[in-house]
């Protein structure tokens, strides 16, 4: 699986602004509203807000990738954020995050959550991926810089 293939334009949020961490991951996770169904919104919300809890998923970088598993959802969905200004994370460096990459899988799908958390962070490793991606200016262009990048390396 891919991660561009997790994404649509409108789970791609460009120059977000929000004041704290539970108000990044609500704008997110209401992203998925289409996807997921409303119903399973506040459940998503909450085990994303649970996992987060136990330890920070800003993993450095600039980059944070709050996710969980979930038994409201039958396949993995992400949103991604570039945000407007740097927001405290308690990441791992102690450095604010600019991008952020949600990620939601069902809970029976423990292997493809942990590929996919890889993929992403790999990717977002590359520091010249993530320029390219924050020189972007919509969220069409985001989701190609995506297939792009997983294309050159992951796609055979």
Do not use: W
């Not at 891919?2 to 789970?11: A, D």
């Not at 996992?51 to 600039?62: A, D, L, P």
């Not at 980059?63 to 409201?72: D, G, M, R």
């Amino acid at each position: 699986m891919n991660l561009f293939s997790l994404l649509e334009s409108k789970t791609i949020l460009s120059n977000l602004e929000v004041n704290n961490k539970k108000e990044l991951i609500s704008v997110m996770v209401d992203t998925l509203e289409q996807r997921i169904g409303s119903e399973n919104l506040e459940a998503v919300r909450k085990g994303v807000l649970e996992r987060e809890k136990i330890m920070s998923t800003g993993v450095g970088k600039g980059l944070a990738i709050p996710h969980c598993k979930s038994q409201v959802v039958n396949e993995s969905f992400g949103s991604f954020a570039i945000l407007k200004e740097p927001l405290d994370f308690n990441s791992i460096d102690n450095q604010p995050v600019q991008l952020v990459f949600l990620l939601i899988s069902p809970d029976s799908k423990n292997s493809l959550h942990i590929k996919l958390l890889s993929r992403v962070s790999r990717l977002m490793n590359s520091g010249a991926f993530r320029e390219k991606v924050t020189s972007c200016t919509s969220s069409a262009q985001i989701l190609e810089a995506f297939k792009e990048e997983e294309e050159k390396y992951f796609v055979n």
